[in-house]
């Protein structure tokens, strides 16, 4: 595919979904951060449902710290691998009181040196409470990147620097999560709703006129 096209879907996703924005629901820079961490092999809905709770007791690293991992896992124990998570969650709060004053950093190398987060997490922080026009990679993503032959790629890593390469300058900052909320609920894994797709004359993939269901 090239850059003229990739605009082109750019521009039609904007024009139906002009101000997107993360279903995740926080008040914080540090509220977003536990969020994206715990969405990990979750979903935002799971994890709106368990920190609705949380950030009402914990809304900052202090007190989040100060309700332990006991504390912490009672809150979070309905969200998949609670345990990994709580445990590098109250490392990162450590972290941010003692090197950052406990604010969440802005930099990518401050981001990827917190326990649990790893690049697709720096990313979505990066672009969702620091406005950079960066693009994390999920599996949403990753599926249209490759279906679509929008940036066709072996691993994240690659859909990732393909994506960031034919993507016009001018699309980059709301692309995460125009392809996020597209995957999610129209070119969606098993049944995509080809029918209902605002880019399918510009989609090159071979089985758009009758995708499989199965």
């Known amino acids: 595919m090239d850059r003229a096209k990739a605009g082109r879907i750019c521009a039609r996703l904007q024009r139906d979904n002009p101000n997107p924005g993360t279903e995740l629901q926080y008040h914080s820079h540090f509220q977003l951060l536990v969020a994206v961490m715990l969405s990990a092999q979750s979903t935002d809905k799971a994890v709106n449902h368990a920190t609705r709770a949380l950030f009402r007791v914990a809304p900052d690293p202090q007190s989040m710290l100060a309700l332990g991992v006991h504390g912490l896992k009672q809150h979070i124990r309905t969200i998949g691998l609670y345990n990994t998570k709580a445990g590098h969650i109250l490392q990162t709060c450590r972290q941010l009181l003692e090197h950052h004053n406990g604010r969440v950093p ?30 994390a990679v999920d599996t949403h993503i990753y599926r249209i990147a490759n279906r679509t ?54 989609c090159e993939w071979p089985h758009k006129d009758a995708p499989v269901s199965g």
Do not use: M, S
């Open 106 to 135: 802005a930099t990518r190398q401050g981001l990827q040196a917190l326990p649990g987060v790893g690049r697709k997490t720096c990313n979505v922080i990066l672009n969702t409470a620091f406005h950079q026009p960066v693009i």
């Open 149 to 202: 032959g929008l940036a066709p790629g072996r691993n994240v890593l690659e859909v990732e620097h393909g994506l960031c390469d034919i993507i016009p300058t001018r699309y980059q900052l709301h692309a995460h999560h125009w392809l996020i909320l597209h995957g999610r609920y129209v070119c969606k894994a098993r049944k995509p709703d080809c029918n209902d797709c605002c880019i399918r004359k510009l």
